[in-house]
């Protein structure tokens, strides 16, 4: 391999390209004034460049050193993506999950003890993310996604279906809950999270004009808190109320339960195939979603 000036040579000479200042990039790097000095005139002597013009105390790069520190600088930065990318891929005990910030929130965290005392050596890392992202970009071993399956590049299993229901605090109103889907349709109504209460009022039969929801926020965890704080009722999916409904923190309303259009899928790419930490996990997941899953078939 050809000559290499050291590493703390080059990482001086950038900080002081950078900075215009040996006594500034002796502060950056935690050196003194001096060790960066001899570094700079060291690199110097072993290259027969000169890097710096000195006129009294201050630097101005040459030519040829304005160029080398712009490379420098690209190489620096390769090396510390390079290292960036290996200390944080996963090892073999640690699983990286990619999740849906609402589906952790209101259905997986209560869920995971259970895999932590099946398998107390998985180290599980929860990513979340708001919709599709690239496995391989993001350094995750697999994912759970909402939608239609379908999608090139990735392994993919259904999970389950959800479904959405009209639900409330039963502090809402003081107490006074709707009682029928009029007087839902009638009640302060939060919109948003993937749902749409117009096709919720089709398959309840209200006809006629939609009445205006009092609030609209596009996230679904979002939704859920201001329907537990009382501030409205919310047409929200299955999977995110089921735990709050069990605990009575919210209550169901009148009216049907319908389907939601995308279901849950498990996604992960080719290189987690076979991989023990994921079947582990893959294992597991298919079955609390199958005790999930009887457990609605009994209510």
Known sequence: MARLPPLSALRAFEAVARLGSMTRAAAELHLTHSAISHQIRAMEDELEVLLFLRQGKRLQLTDAGRLYAMQVRHALGAIASATEELVT?????????????????????????????????????????????????????????????????VHQELLFRDQ??????????GGALPKTVAEVH?????????????????????????????????????????????????????????????????????????????????????RSEGLEKFLL?????????????AGLSEN
């Open 89 to 153: 891929r996963p090892k073999p005990h640690q699983l990286a999950v990619g999740t849906l910030a609402s589906f952790t929130s209101h259905w997986l965290l209560a869920r995971l003890p259970d895999l932590q005392r099946r398998h107390p050596t998985l180290q599980v890392q929860l990513h979340t993310a708001p919709g599709f992202s690239d496995l391989n970009l993001e350094r995750l071993d697999c994912a759970v996604r909402m939608g239609q399956g379908g999608w090139d590049g």
């Open 186 to 270: 009638a009640a302060r109504r939060i919109a948003g999270g993937g749902v749409s209460w117009r096709v919720w009022f089709d398959h309840a039969g209200v006809t006629g004009p939609e009445l205006p929801c009092s609030l609209w926020i596009n996230d679904a965890n979002s939704v859920v808190e201001a329907v537990l704080q009382g501030q409205a009722v919310g047409l929200i999916r299955r999977s995110l109320a089921n735990d709050l409904l069990q605990s009575g923190r919210l209550v169901p309303l009148p009216g049907p339960v319908i389907d939601y259009p995308d279901p849950y899928w498990l996604i992960w790419p080719q």
């Open 164 to 173: 959405q229901l009209v639900v409330a605090s039963p502090g809402f109103a």
């Open 281 to 293: 996990w893959r294992d597991w997941l298919h079955g609390v979603v199958a005790g999930y899953l």
